[in-house]
T-cell receptor, first 114, second 116 residues
Framework: GENVEQHPSTLSVQEGDSAVIKCTYS??????FPWYKQELGKGPQLIID?????GEKKDQRIAVTLNKTAKHFSLHITETQPEDSAVYFC?????????????FGKGTKLSVKP | DGGITQSPKYLFRKEGQNVTLSCEQN?????MYWYRQDPGQGLRLIYY???????QKGDIAEGYSVSREKKESFPLTVTSAQKNPTAFYLC???????????????FGNGTRLTVT
């Protein structure tokens, strides 16, 4: 089955710097890759997602890149702000039904220092 | 506002007791999911349901049970057979036909269960 590895587990940056979180997946048939942000005491919220027919997607300060050959995808946050501090999860899935179930990485705790 | 409601936010139980966590959604989504979250472990799938009156085991179903009698509701029972029930439990739903092909998950705000 699919396995998703996420690095680093913790990341600390200064406000205004960029942050990059990387994930690798094992199933070459995976075709959907969302990223979630989880604030303390809350459920994860989708911040951006990418499908396998696209190599890069951007939404304001957030971008995701996908390298299908290497089976890895990355989240890029530019001009970080203190409110970006949270735990970020990557995930991967393929197909319909049970094959569409998302497999999550173990999360990255991002701290943005003012 | 559409969304997923989990209740209660905090739940305390004595060891050996069954406990049921509530999850209600008004997003008209077919598929619903239960995840367990432990520190450093990410999200692990307990059970999921792609349609009313049908559900399947996820990766860590032992010691848990669910029902899906209504589209809007997907309660999770943590039984006394679950060896380490203390955790943060997240309910989610997903739109699209038969639970989502490339559709994002929408999460509730979780229930923190403590068993002593």
């Amino acid at each position: 089955g699919e396995n998703v590895e996420q690095h680093p587990s913790t990341l600390s940056v200064q406000e205004g710097d960029s942050a990059v979180i990387k994930c690798t997946y094992s199933d070459s048939a995976s075709n959907y890759f969302p990223w979630y942000k989880q604030e303390l005491g809350k459920g994860p919220q989708l911040i951006i997602d990418i499908r396998s027919n696209v190599g890069e997607k951007k939404d304001q300060r957030i971008a995701v890149t996908l390298n299908k050959t290497a089976k890895h995808f990355s989240l890029h946050i530019t001009e970080t702000q203190p409110e970006d501090s949270a735990v970020y999860f990557c995930a991967a899935s393929r197909g319909r039904g049970s094959q569409g179930n998302l497999i999550f990485g173990k999360g990255t705790k991002l701290s943005v220092k003012p | 506002d559409g969304g997923i409601t989990q209740s209660p936010k905090y739940l305390f139980r004595k060891e050996g007791q069954n406990v049921t966590l509530s999850c209600e959604q008004n997003l008209n989504h077919d598929a619903m999911y239960w995840y367990r979250q432990d520190p450093g472990q990410g999200l692990r799938l307990i059970y999921y349901s792609q349609i009313v009156n049908d559900f399947q085991k996820g990766d860590i179903a032992e010691g848990y049970s669910v029902s899906r009698e209504k589209k809007e509701s997907f309660p999770l029972t943590v039984t006394s057979a679950q060896k380490n029930p203390t955790a943060f439990y997240l309910c989610a739903s997903r739109g699209g036909r038969l639970g989502g092909y490339n559709s994002p998950l929408h999460f509730g705000n979780g229930t923190r269960l403590t068993v002593t």
